[in-house]
Nanobody, 121 residues
Framework: QVQLVESGGGLVQPGGSLRLSCAAS????????MGWYRQAPGKQRELVAA???????NYRDSVKGRFTISRDNAKNTVYLQMNSLKPEDTAVYYC???????????????WGQGTQVTVSS
């Protein structure tokens, strides 16, 4: 089994910063893409940023220039540095990873439990 554990959410004022972390553990053979999604109340879950094992990144337009995704392959950890936060960034943020585990040689999707980010004055 594979687990994703997130940390770093919280309450921040507009213009502030937060850093999210997500560590994968368990029966991991390799990890392909990792990323962050978010879901605000009454809205669908949306991709925020993703990063491949080689370091290529992809961002949704509304966070470009403000958010930075990175990963430490040795630690099976992905990060999301969020700067210049806006109230519309308020959501539950979910970590995602495509993992090949040690028992099944095909990539599967795994999700973290979610961490709340609230941007408010």
């Amino acid at each position: 089994q594979v687990q994703l554990v997130e940390s770093g959410g919280g309450l921040v004022q507009p213009g502030g910063s937060l850093r999210l972390s997500c560590a994968a553990s368990g029966s991991i053979f390799s990890i392909y893409a990792m990323g962050w999604y978010r879901q605000a109340p009454g809205k669908q879950r949306e991709l925020v940023a993703a990063i491949t094992s080689g370091g290529s990144t992809n961002y949704r337009d509304s966070v470009k220039g403000r958010f930075t995704i990175s990963r430490d392959n040795a630690k099976n950890t992905v990060y999301l540095q969020m700067n210049s936060l806006k109230p519309e960034d308020t959501a539950v943020y979910y970590c995602h990873a495509q993992v090949v585990n040690t028992t099944l040689p095909l990539p599967r999707d795994y999700w973290g439990q979610g961490t709340q980010v609230t941007v408010s004055s």
